[in-house]
């Protein structure tokens, strides 16, 4: 099955700086990868997602790039704020077919320091 | 006012009783999940179901039931079975099919339940 790491676990970074998540998977067949933000006793809320027919993605702030000949994405936040504070998640998946659930990364507790 | 509603929002669970959570969605959507969440462990897929009267084992089943008689609703029971309980439990729900390809499998989530036990 698929295997998503995720670094760093933790990650501290001064409001105004930018702040970068990278995760890689393991399962070539995978073609969808979202990220996820998840504020303190909330249910996680999905921020931006890209597919495996481009390369990069971006809302605002928030911006996604997909390596897939390496395996790789990353979640790139630009002048962060404190309201950017909380536990990112990235993730995989195949659409391919049926809707068999998501694989997650373990997730990184952004802090944004003032 | 769209969205998927877990219920109760904090949970206690005695020594040897089932317990129910409850996961309801009203965005029409075909597919519903659930998931344990622990500290420093991510997500973890407990079980799913595409489709009404139909479910699947996700990696972490064991001491978990579902059912899923309608299309809106996805209970999840934490029976006696499972022997370490306490964990923070998310349901989410996708559309399958649709006109909008793009917005097919993608995963909305709920508020979550916090179970514990006493």
């Known amino acids: 099955g698929e295997n998503v790491e995720q670094h760093p676990s933790t990650l501290s970074v001064q409001e105004g700086d930018s702040a970068v998540i990278k995760c890689t998977y393991s399962?070539?067949?995978?073609?969808?990868f979202p990220w996820y933000k998840q504020e303190l006793g909330k249910g996680p809320q999905l921020i931006i997602d890209?597919?495996?027919?481009?390369g990069e993605k971006k809302d605002q702030r928030i911006a996604v790039t997909l390596n897939k000949t390496a395996k790789h994405f990353s979640l790139h936040i630009t002048e962060t704020q404190p309201e950017d504070s909380a536990v990112y998640f990235c993730?995989?998946?195949?659409?391919?077919?049926?809707?068999?659930?998501?694989?997650f990364g373990k997730g990184t507790h952004l802090i944004i320091q003032p | 006012d769209g969205g998927i509603t877990q219920s109760p929002k904090y949970l206690f669970r005695k020594e040897g009783q089932n317990v129910t959570l409850s996961c309801e969605q009203n965005?029409?959507?075909?597919?519903m999940y659930w998931y344990r969440q622990d500290p420093g462990q991510g997500l973890r897929l407990i079980y799913y179901?595409?489709?009404?009267?139909?479910?699947q084992k996700g990696d972490i089943a064991e001491g978990y039931s579902v059912s899923r008689e309608k299309k809106e609703s996805f209970p999840l029971t934490v029976t006696s079975a499972q022997k370490n309980p306490t964990a923070f439990y998310l349901c989410?729900?996708?559309?399958?099919?649709?006109?909008?390809?793009?917005?097919?499998?993608?995963?909305?989530f709920g508020a979550g339940t916090r179970l514990s036990v006493l």
């Open positions: 965005l029409n959507h075909d597919a």
């Open positions: 993730a995989a998946s195949s659409l391919g077919g049926g809707a068999d659930g998501l694989t």
């Open positions: 399962d070539s067949a995978s073609n969808y």
């Open positions: 890209i597919r495996s027919n481009v």
């Open positions: 989410a729900s996708s559309a399958t099919s649709g006109i909008h390809a793009l917005a097919k499998n993608i995963q909305y």
């Open positions: 179901s595409q489709i009404v009267n139909d479910f």
